[in-house]
Structure formats: C-alpha cells, structure tokens
C-alpha cells in the first residue's frame, strides 16, 4: 500500500462520468471538496460532512457512497458517476430527472443530486420497486423542501417509463 | 377553478390558451438544479487570491474569557490573520438591539461568552484546512460563570444575569390590553387555563451558511456575497455595524440557495465579521458555514413559555383571552428580534371572534443559541397554546372540539374582519372551509375508526386546529414592543414595499427583475406566468432574474424572502409592473393601428385590435420601438424601456395609540384534522392520515402551493414528534450532529391530504395570500391534541418522542440499579461519566510506577498525544489530538496528582479544554503485585465533559472512551515489554481520556 505524506500533494486520478481526470489532493482532503473544488464538479453537494444528509451521494466503482466521507486519495483509479453525468446530453434531461420535474419533486435543488444518484443506481438493478422500497432507499436523504411525497412519486413513474421503454426496446 | 387547480397540483399543466396564472407549469429553475449546474454559493468561483476562513467557538455555555493566545495560530504557514473580538471591534460597531436597552450585541465574543458556540476568533488563512489547523493552536483561557437555559429560570432571582444592560435577564416587558377583560373575565361562567413549553427547534435548510466579503480600502466600501434571505432592514443594520453608509456596503445574492425557511436571515452576524476580516487581512475573505456549527450557533426558533386563560360561556364561546407570554431569544437580542414575539400580534385570537383580550409580553435572554427568523415565525408557539386551550375548554365543557372550533369561528359575513389587538383579515369563509374539509377530508370515517380501535383496546386519536395564517408583515409590527410615546419619538413605521422591475429590450424580449431572494420557491417560473399573461406571451418568451445587488436594483428594507410575500405582494407588483408597460404599449400599438387604446388587446405573441384581430402588430416589435425610434412614440407614451414599480399596501398602517396593530397584510385559513395511533408498546406515534384545508386565496401555480404546504407539514411533523435543540442545565448544547437533531426522512412523513379552496383576497393584485408557513402553524398542535386525545392526557410537550409519552403514560423511568457496567450509561442531559476498571500490566508495581510518571513514556503511550510536559513532579500537561464521531480537535490537558503512596497508589485531578469542549476529572489508581511479576492495576473515574464534544451523543462517546483506554493499555503493555495486553491503567489514561474526552472534545 502507497503511504502517504500528510503534508504533501498527491496525484489523483479517476474516470469522473466516463472521461479521465486528474489533480493533485493533500491525504486529508475529502472527495466531495476534490469534485468540487479541485474539478469543478459542482453538483455533488455537501450538506453536513457527517454522512447524515446524503447530498453529497455518487456512485464509486458501481457502490453508493458519501463523497464527504470518502477521501480524494481513496479513488484514485475509479469509476465514479456524479449528477453531472445523468443526462443524456446538455440541453436534455434523462426519465428520472424528467420525473422529478414534471412531479416538482424538488425546490431548492441542494438535496436533489444525491437523490437523484441514487435513484439511479437502484432503479438500474430494481426496475419494479414499490413504494415502500423507494421510501427505504431514499431513508438516507434529507430533504426540507418537498416533503418526500412527490420525490417518490416521480421515482416510480420514471422506473415505470424505464421499464416500458426497456420492453419496447426488447420488443423491437 | 378549485377542481382544475387540485387535479393539476400533481403534475404540469402545459397546453391550452387558457391564462398562465393558476396553472402548474414545468419549473424554469429544474433543469439547471436535476443536472448538476446549479448556482449555489460555494458553487460560484472566487477572486484569485481569495482567502479562507474559519470560527473558534465557545465551548462554554457561559464564561469570562480571561486571555486569548493566537500567537502559534499566527505563526503558522499560510495564516494571513486572526482576530479576535478586539480586532474586530477596532473596524466594526455594535449591531443594533431591537428594544430600548444600554446592550450591545457582537458578532463575536469581546470578553465574556454566553453561549456555546459564540464565536470566540476568525482564522484567516489561505485555504480552510490551515485555517482550521491554525484555529486548533489558539489557546483561550476561560473562567466559567453559572448558566441559565430557561426561559422562567432567567427570571428567577438569583440567576446568573447575561447582560448588565437587561437587569434580571429581562430584555423587553409590555402589557396589552384590548376591549374589557377584566370585565368578561369577572363575569363569564367559565375559566381554563393552559401552561405551555414550546421547545426550541428550526427548519435547517441543508445548505448551510454562505458569506464572501471584500474591502475596498480605498473607497472604504464593502462588497459581500451571502446567501442571505431578507429582509433587507438588516442591510440597515450590517452597514451601520461595518461604520459605512449603506451606498457602501454592495450585499449581493448568489442565483440559488439551498432552502432558508427564515433560517437564512440569520446569516448577518457573520456578514459583518467576515467583512471584518476581509478589511483586516486586505483581501477578499470566504466562509462556508460546516453542519456542526449550523446545528450549534446559527439561528433557532424561540421556545416559548406560555400561560393562557380564557373566559368562556357555557356554550364554549370565548369571551376574552388572557396571554402571558415569556420569550426566550437566546443569549443576543438580535434584529429582527423580539419581532417572534410580535409578529403575531394581530392574530391572537386567531380564527375565532373573541373581542377582549390581555396580553403580558416578557422577552428574556438565556444561554443559548441567539434566534431569529423560522419558518412560522411566532405562529407554533401562539397556536399551540390557542388550540391545546380550545381542545381543554371542550373536555372541560364536555363538548366536541370541533363543536368549540365552530362556536368561535369568525362569521363568514364579518370580513374585512378588524380583530381585537388590530389585525384587518381580509377574507374567508370558515364556515364553508371546515365543511368542506370534513366532508371531503371523511371525519365520519376517521370517527368511526377511532371508535373500533378503542374497542379493541388500542391508543387512536383525532385531533383538530383552525390557524389564520398570516403573511406580506407590516414592516411597522415589530414597534409595537415600543410604547406609544417612544414611537411617536421614533417616528412612524409601516407598510411592506414590493419592487418588481420589467424591462424591454432591442429585440423586444421581456425580463423580469424582483427583489425576493427566493431559496427554492420557484419566484422565478411564477412571475414568467404572471408576466406573459399581461403581455399575451408564453412564459418561456420572459426571462426572470432573481439576484438581488443592493448596489444597482430596486429594493427596499422590505424586500426579500420571508413571511411568504412572494404571492400576495411580490408577484402582485410584477403584475402591476407589466401593466403599466402595456399601457403604454397600448397607446403605441392604437397609434400605429389606427384604433382606440381601449381596443388593445395582447395576446398570442401580437398587439391587436380587439374588433379587428387581423389588424395587429408583433409585440417584439411594439416593443422595441422605444429603443430603435424614440420619435415615433406617441407625445404621453413615455419611454417603455423599464419600469420598476414600488407597492405597498395602504391597509399596513404603524400600530395606533391603543396598540392595535395590522401585523400582516393577508390572513390565509387552514383547518386540520388528523387520525394518530400510538403504539402500546413502544409509544410511537403513528399518523393514519392527516387532512389539511387550505384558503390561500387565488393559487398562482397549484404544483408550488401544494410543495409548500407538503415541506411545511413536513417540517412541521418533524417539530412535533422528532426535532428539539436541546440544552442540558449548564447549557452545553446536546444535539449538535444530524444524528443526534433527528429530521424526519422518507419513512416518517405521510403524504398530507390537501384540500383547497379559494377565497381571493381584496387587499393584493392578484388575490393571493401567503401559503408557506401555515403547516408550521398548525401541524405542531394539530398532532399534539391528537395525541392527548389518544393517550387522555391533558399536558402535552413537544416533540413528542416515545420517551417523553412513556413519562407521561407510565411515569418517569425509576433510576439504574447501583453497580454493574463497569462504565456507568452517560444520560442526555447528565454529562458526568463514571466508571471503573482493573488492568494487568507487566513489571512489578515500582517498574509501573516510574513509567507512569516519566513524560516520554506518557507521550509514546497516550492516544494521540503530541507533547507532555512536565511542570513538577506531580504536575503535566499535555497536548492531545483526538476524534470522536464526527468531532476531532487538539485539547490541552492539565493533571495534577495527589495523595501519592508510591508504589500502591495515587489519585489525580485534571481538567482539559480545546476547541471543541471542555472537561474536568478526578480518579485514584492502584497498583499491586499480580503475584508473578506483574502489576494489577484497579482505577476508577468521575468526569464531567461539556462544550461541543458533549452534544455528540453519550452512546458515541462511551464507546470512543473504551477505546481510549484499551489503546492506552495496549500501548503501556508494549512500552513495558509484555506481549500480552493486560495494561495498566495510568495516571493518563486517565488523563488521555480526561484529556481527550472531558477534557476535550467529546
């Protein structure tokens, strides 16, 4: 295992929503300040540092994690998917995010990226949840805006319009 | 209209001609927020050379700082300045107190702190992690005072008192008195009374504090970036605590924020000490609030100590009320403070008709966080006393609550309805409102479901509230503290200026530009609605900038994003705004068409005539012709390039002679009812469904009423059953994590069923009212009656959370069993830790003894120790770096040792403090021969920790003590040349815990 040295920099990199990054991190830097500060990777936030909010959630080497309680050290050479690599392209939104806007399932917006990263890793292996099971997932997040409802509205029409888009492609 | 608007509520409603306004349209703010590029604060970049900072804070609840060593702090790499609140009164003044009083309120600590968290000194430095790091160098010395946290215990005599300036904590004491209580009092057949606590809590938003600050010596001018909510009174306030005019101090708003619920207002204290230690260190200065601190030291909501009595008839009218009212604000009268307290003063009577009325308004000052706006704002606290009393008076009369409720309701032909202290409510129908709820909302069936769980033994309640919900304030309320002769020297207050600017430009493109500071609302896609109707455009063709810069827009001490304005009185002037342009249009448009002005009509991208829809011209062209060719305008067109309107609604008139004021423009109505259960077993309340009736007059985007009254329930439901910022007795705060300050998440919150209805109100442009706080109104006590209607109690205290129920059903919980656990449980509340225990070290006691007092062994041996120095031979101190939970920091430890008996035993006395906590212990060791060479160890400890260590809860830092001390052994038992871990305990062990724990940071 590479030791490092508290008070140096290091070069980290990854693959950050399928294109290669890379910048250099002191051991003690956390991977939601790297995104952030480092990348410009603006869209995953932090909401408490303490794991409890669940703003800062992405996607590393296909496992859910809190960016904040992960060191910018710890992924060098991974895959990581932020919000910034859900839609389809610039100008379009993808299912779940059309979801979410067409069931205002969002006000302020700060709470949302996580929410939306997890949703999306879950609906890609779970593509008929229930309610109940969306209300377990999405435990881990808070949100002050919305009061949940309509965030797990929009979580089940989009894995319903996933999963019949799927049919249709399978059909075709 | 109602039926359209609740159909359309869940989802867009993007086709047809019918109008904009009322019609649940996609958001123009979600593409940018669901993909990642939204513009929060910390999102924004910075000037180069920008610099970072960081806050000590006070551990204590309340003591005297006796010196402040920042000189390691200063020395190391990077740092560019620390101050303290001697620096930062060098360049700063006072912030304003809002009462009459010889106070003054810091940013900062100067030379006393009085509440954990106070903000002790600002690390400057060129990026947060040195700064954090230099902050943990400075050494604070403090000298402790007695703490008060209760709001009646302040007054106590005897308590300790906050500031010389507010004799017996006694910040403000006013009495009111409307119509002839006493009178109805004396005669009314009936009395009831109700003692009321209503906590401490606050909405959180999950973004947290935001401020960049720069100083331009030259000019001496400040230019700030803060996600700042309004109002823009406390503009007012940080220029004149920065010593400029306010044309210089620029306060700008990034283009989002992560929610505020009020929360934000309380960012201004910062605003002033960031901009003070950006005019220090020469450079702009940022500072990103962390959670920790948020919880700590940011804002709350007042807690309340209330005792309400009514005189009632026999038939459960109310003839008179009588308040006595104790507000506790914290330890800083801060502005807009005590306006909690009054922001209600209109309303206290709420829905019902109760023409007598006494009020007696105490506010107090404790050790505690300082308060300011909270989503509700003074509402939680009034009609949780108001509604408990209503649901008391029925028991008493052996009536229905609901019969209560509907006896009092103000009648449906009374309005515009002038209540007892003041306020004018512009519109409704109660009566109406509460039929349709119960009808809709099936009370019947929620009856007959209580009846059958009872039958079958269970706990099920039904509980109800009527709440007038008021909003668009009267800038003037909050002088209602003043008496009558101290405003006429003051001079008026009133209104509640709205601006809303329209501009066209040279491709005759239309943008919007208002001063409401939303945080998450949706302002910007409502006045897109409300704008393209005026112009016959689609609100994709309005563009709407919601930044406010105080240096170029218009803005007033009204504006910003607080007792739900937006609708009533923002949208209203955007509207008013367009018209105007379209008036003006209209007179181009009649000239160039050959028709009457009358005959103008806008609509579907054109300028037409009415009679003629062929004869027409494109609006953009309409519109740009005060740009291209100024000449052709008609001679009264005037130029149709800008216009920014000002309103303000004549109704807010300054409170009169007799103290009645008109607090708030719009009084919206919400009946609740409410089905619970609680669990025999674990007293957990569960809601079965929860029916919430809505008139907030004309709804402009149904989707955005009903996410607003959602998030209220919501954070509502979260105050009532979970959320409590709590103190122990010495005012160490105990919820300072997101783990121990529990919010509800997705498996707590139901969805509320809405029911709307629509009564428009005659005082605003568009018949709107305000809609966002209502919840947070009457959930609280709309639950709680449920509650005591379930369990047949009649004292109820929020949040009512499974341990509380079970004092209340079964008594309080009988004390531990003596002995046991070798670590007694530390209770919430009781921050003493015992415990004892036995260790088996190599060596014979003489070889043990000498490690244990030998600084180089204690230092290899401690748990993050980074230096022991020895003082005397019975005197060390130490410096310890430790992590518990969430919470790591330096502490200094200083343990001395006494009634030593080499080699057998010896006890020691220590204390420690750091920048995360304090603490202080006293423990006894003893070592004896084991009978083969070793030594047995047998120590005990009591210690007390406090500060910011000790509101991570006890079962973490039980633990993490453990750890400690098996390190420790682990360590000694290496040191002593032992394979086996069997330890000793040290003196330090001791004192790494004392240290590191009590001492330090728990």
Same mark, same amino acid.
């Given at each position: 295992m590479t030791r490092l040295k508290a008070d140096s920099r290091h070069s980290v990199r990854f693959s950050l929503n399928g294109k290669s990054v890379e910048g250099e991190a002191e051991p003690r830097m956390l991977l939601s300040d790297f995104l952030r500060h480092q990348l410009g990777a603006t869209g995953t936030h932090v909401g408490?540092?303490?794991?409890?909010?669940?703003?800062?959630t992405i996607v590393v080497d296909g496992m859910l994690t809190r960016a904040c309680l992960t060191l910018a050290a710890q992924v060098d050479g991974c895959e990581i998917k932020t919000v910034e690599g859900l839609a389809p392209s610039a100008d379009r939104l993808g299912v779940l995010q059309q979801a979410f806007r067409r069931n205002h399932a969002l006000q302020c917006g700060f709470c949302t990226a996580g929410i939306l990263m997890s949703l999306d890793h879950y609906l890609a292996s779970n593509p008929a949840p229930t309610e109940a099971e969306i209300r377990d997932l999405l435990s881990g997040h808070l949100c002050r805006c919305t009061g949940y409802t309509p965030i797990i509205t929009a979580a089940l029409e989009a894995a319903a319009k996933l999963a019949s888009s799927k049919q249709e492609t399978s059909d075709a | 209209m109602v039926q359209a608007a609740v159909q359309s509520a869940n989802s867009v409603d993007q086709g047809g001609e019918r109008p904009w306004v009322g019609r649940s349209i996609e958001r123009v703010e979600d593409a940018a927020l669901l993909s990642g590029r939204g513009r929060f604060i910390d999102d924004l970049g910075v000037a180069p050379g920008t610099l970072h900072a960081t806050i000590l804070r006070s551990p204590h609840a309340h003591a005297d700082i006796l010196s402040i060593d920042t000189e390691a702090a200063k020395r190391l790499p990077g740092v560019a300045a620390v101050l303290t609140g001697e620096d930062v009164k060098a360049v700063t003044t006072t912030l304003v107190v809002g009462?009459?009083? %010889?106070v003054e309120c810091w940013p900062i600590a100067m030379d006393r702190v009085r509440y954990v968290g106070e903000p002790v000194a600002v690390v400057v430095a060129t990026d947060r992690a040195r700064a954090e790091d230099a902050a943990e160098l400075i050494n604070v010395e403090y000298r402790p005072r007695g703490a008060v946290v209760d709001p009646l215990g302040a007054l106590a005599s005897g308590a300790p008192v906050l500031h010389d300036g507010f004799p017996g904590n006694l910040a403000s004491e006013r009495t009111f008195r409307y119509g002839d209580p006493e009178k109805a009092f004396a005669d009314a057949p009936h009395r009831f009374s109700i003692d009321i606590r209503y906590p401490r809590n606050s909405c959180t938003p999950i973004e947290t504090y935001g401020v960049v600050a720069s100083h331009d010596a030259g000019e001496d001018a400040y230019e700030v970036l803060a996600n700042f909510q309004g109002p823009f009174s406390i503009h007012t306030v940080i220029a004149r605590a920065l010593k400029v005019p306010g044309n210089r101090l620029r306060l700008r708003t990034p283009p989002d924020s992560g929610g505020s619920f009020g929360v934000k207002q309380g960012v201004f204290p910062y605003i002033v000490l960031i901009a003070a230690a950006a005019r220090v260190a020469g450079r702009p200065v940022k500072w990103i609030e962390d959670r920790l601190e948020h919880l700590a030291a940011s804002v709350s909501a007042t807690n309340r100590a209330t005792t309400l009595a009514a005189a009632v008839a026999a038939d459960g009218k109310i003839l008179a009320l009588d308040w006595d009212q104790v507000e506790d604000c914290g330890a800083h009268l801060r502005a807009p403070e005590p306006a909690t307290l009054y922001r209600m003063h209109g309303n206290m009577t709420g829905a019902y008709d109760i023409g007598h009325v006494k009020i007696r308004n105490r506010v107090v000052v404790t050790n505690k966080t300082p308060t300011g706006l909270n989503r509700g704002f003074g509402g939680p606290q009034v009609y949780f006393a108001l509604e408990r009393l209503v649901q008391r008076i029925a028991i008493g009369l052996g009536l229905d609550p609901l019969d209560v409720i509907k006896r009092n309701l103000i009648d449906a032909g009374a309005f515009p309805y002038r209540t007892a202290t003041g306020a004018l409510l512009d519109s409704g129908n109660y009566q109406e409102a509460v039929s349709r709820a119960v009808a809709q909302g099936r009370l019947a069936e929620l009856k007959a479901k209580r009846d059958e769980a009872r039958a079958q033994g269970r706990l099920y309640g039904i509980g109800f509230t009527a709440v007038v919900e008021p909003s668009v304030s009267n800038m003037g309320y909050i002088t209602t503290v003043l008496t009558a002769a101290e405003r006429r020297k003051a001079g008026p207050k009133n209104g509640a200026q709205a601006t809303a600017t329209v501009g066209l430009d040279p491709v005759g493109s239309v943008t919007v530009h208002v001063a409401s500071v939303p945080q998450g609302q949706g302002h910007r896609t409502v006045l897109s609605q409300v704008v393209a109707d005026v112009f016959g455009l689609q609100p994709k063709d309005i563009r709407v900038n919601t930044e406010i810069d105080t240096a170029k827009d218009a803005w007033s001490i009204a504006s910003g994003n607080y007792a739900s304005r937006f609708a009533a009185a923002v949208a209203g002037t955007a509207k008013l705004a367009a018209e105007r342009v379209a008036g003006r249009l209209a007179r181009i448009a009649a000239s160039q068409l050959n028709v009457e002005v009358v005959d103008i009509v806008f609509a579907k991208g054109f300028v037409a005539s009415k009679h003629n829809p062929e004869n027409r011209i494109a609006f953009s062209r309409v519109a740009a012709l005060s740009h291209w060719s100024p000449g052709s305008l008609p001679d009264d067109a005037g130029q149709t390039i800008r216009e920014t309107m000002f309103w303000t609604p004549p109704e807010l008139t300054p409170p009169d002679e007799d103290d009645r004021i008109n607090s708030s423009l719009c009084h919206g109505f919400i009946f609740d009812f409410c089905g619970v259960e609680i669990d025999r077993v674990t007293l957990e309340t569960r809601i079965d469904r929860y029916v919430t009736m809505h008139d907030c007059g004309t709804i402009l985007h149904p989707g955005m009423v009903n996410g607003q009254i959602r998030g209220g329930f919501a954070q509502a439901l979260g105050a009532a059953l979970y959320e409590e910022y709590a103190y122990a007795e010495d005012g160490s705060f105990l919820t300072g994590t997101l783990a121990d300050y529990l919010l509800p998440t997705t498996t707590e919150v139901p969805e509320p069923e809405i029911i709307h209805m629509e009564t428009p109100s005659p005082f605003t442009p568009l018949g709107a009212k305000g809609v966002g706080e209502g919840n947070c109104m009457s959930t609280p006590v709309c639950l709680a009656n449920a509650v005591a209607d379930a369990l047949g109690v009649a004292d109820i205290t929020l949040p009512l959370v499974p341990a509380r129920l079970a004092e209340l059903v079964r008594g309080a919980e009988p004390p531990p069993p003596a002995g046991g656990a070798a670590v007694a449980p530390v209770r919430e509340g009781d921050r003493r830790l015992r415990g004892e225990g036995q260790a088996l070290v190599k060596g014979v006691p003489e070889q043990v003894w000498a490690m244990l007092l030998d600084p180089a062994t204690l230092q290899s041996v401690i748990p993050g120790c980074q230096r022991v120095d020895k003082i005397t031979d019975t005197h060390f101190r130490a410096d310890v770096t430790l992590g518990i939970g969430p919470v790591s920091g330096r502490y200094r430890a200083d343990v001395e040792l006494f009634d030593l008996d080499p080699p057998r035993a010896v006890s020691l006395r220590g204390g420690a403090t750091g920048a995360l906590g304090f603490g202080n212990a006293e423990g006894r060791i003893t070592l004896a021969p084991d009978g083969k060479d070793g030594t047995k160890l047998t120590y005990s400890y009591d210690a007390a920790i406090g500060g910011k260590v000790a509101s991570i809860g006890g079962r973490l830092l039980d633990g993490a003590t453990r750890v400690i001390i098996d390190q420790f052994f682990t360590a000694l038992a290496r040191k002593a040349g @032992?394979?086996? %871990?069997? @330890? @000793?305990?040290?003196l330090f062990a001791l004192l790494a815990k004392v240290a590191g724990l009590f001492g330090g940071r728990r």
């Open positions: 408490c540092e303490h794991g409890a909010c669940g703003a800062c | 009462v009459k009083a %010889p @032992g394979g086996a %871990p069997g @330890g @000793g305990f040290s």
